[in-house]
Nanobody, 121 residues
Framework: VQLQASGGGAVQAGGSLRLSCTISTRTHNTYNLAWFRQALGKEREFVVGATWSGDRTNTADSVKGRFTISRDVAKNLLYLQMNNVKPEDTSIYYC???????????????WGEGTLVTVSS
């Protein structure tokens, strides 16, 4: 499984940004998908996740109502739509694939390279 995240950049507080993650076509359809983030000096934390089919999602309380996960199946893309961003959202964002729907990073075996999001006040 190969993943590649992109779309990060600088954005002002209150703005929006959409991250993308390309997923290799060999990914099994029983896998679960997720976005994590890691701020400087902090542990990696769960942001939002979904089943491969997209019928179930899970969102961290810190971003609930602002961030949304979605997929473009035809293009093998996973998205993270970030709205009303805050300075505390500044982090490196990672897409991940795992067999278990979990908020724990160790449950995800496959990771893309991160993409940096910087939110200014």
């Amino acid at each position: 499984v190969q993943l590649q995240a992109s779309g990060g950049g600088a954005v002002q507080a209150g703005g929006s940004l959409r991250l993308s993650c390309t997923i290799s076509t060999r990914t099994h359809n029983t896998y679960n998908l997720a976005w994590f983030r890691q701020a400087l000096g902090k542990e990696r934390e769960f942001v939002v996740g979904a089943t491969w089919s997209g019928d179930r999602t899970n969102t961290a309380d810190s971003v609930k109502g602002r961030f949304t996960i979605s997929r473009d199946v035809a293009k093998n893309l996973l998205y993270l739509q970030m709205n009303n961003v805050k300075p505390e959202d500044t982090s490196i964002y990672y897409c991940a694939v795992g067999r278990i729907a979990s908020t724990a990073p160790y449950e995800y075996a496959y990771w893309g390279e991160g993409t940096l999001v910087t939110v200014s006040s």
